[in-house]
Every structure is written in C-alpha cells, then in structure tokens.
C-alpha cells in the first residue's frame, strides 16, 4: 500500500484528466470529475464509477437544468492496490480513461478490448 496525501492524489488524476486529447475534452458536457476517499460499500475495491447518462444515450429530453454526471476517482481503494507511487499514477491515468470513455457511451466489453478493463 502506497502513503499519498488527498492533494497528491487530486494532483495525479487532475493530470491524467490533461492527457485526454483536447479534442475529447472539448465534447464532455455536463460532467464533474471528483475524489472520493471510499468507494461505496457495496463494492470496496472499486477504482473509479461513471454516474450519470452517457453522451451517446442523450437525446432531446435531457435539458441543459440536468444535474452534472460525476466520474468518482476512488483514492483508498487505488492505494491499496499499489506498491509505488508511479503504480498510483499509472492506475489513476487508467482509471480516470476508463470513467471518461463510459461518459462517451463505450461499455465494459469495449473497455477490456482497448486495454482499458
């Protein structure tokens, strides 16, 4: 397990968050990124949740009032599961790829297929 403080850890996934092509970036709407200590108790070793409605599933009844999705980057549960602080980085880049690529529609299957599971 790998020692990080929450700042350390909101600093590595605010980069990976950079590494996305702008191009990417530039079609995000209406989401939030943020760090949770816990993932939720019903699945404790989870890394990383996507809530909310894919882009690719929104259509003319999802109004610009919605509430913003929220990708859940989950810092205890990454720290555990790293021995160093580059494993930390490089899990929170995958991680953070991940949850985005489901804000963009792509499924589990498609995840796995791209490395990305």
Request: net charge negative; glycine share 6%.
């Amino acid at each position: 397990m790998v020692e990080m403080t929450r700042a350390d850890f909101e600093q590595l996934v605010s980069l990976a968050l950079d590494e996305i092509p702008p191009a990417l970036t530039r079609e995000m709407r209406n989401v939030v990124v943020l760090v949770e200590d816990e993932a939720p108790d019903d699945d404790p070793k989870l890394l990383g949740l996507y809530e909310g409605t894919p882009l690719t599933e929104r259509g003319d009844w999802w109004a610009a009032g919605s509430l913003p999705d929220r990708i859940l980057i989950f810092r205890n549960p990454t720290l555990e599961i790293c021995d160093t602080a580059q494993e930390v980085a490089e899990e929170v880049r995958i991680t953070v790829r991940h949850e985005v690529a489901h804000h963009f529609g792509i499924d589990e299957e498609r995840l796995h297929a791209l490395g990305w599971g």
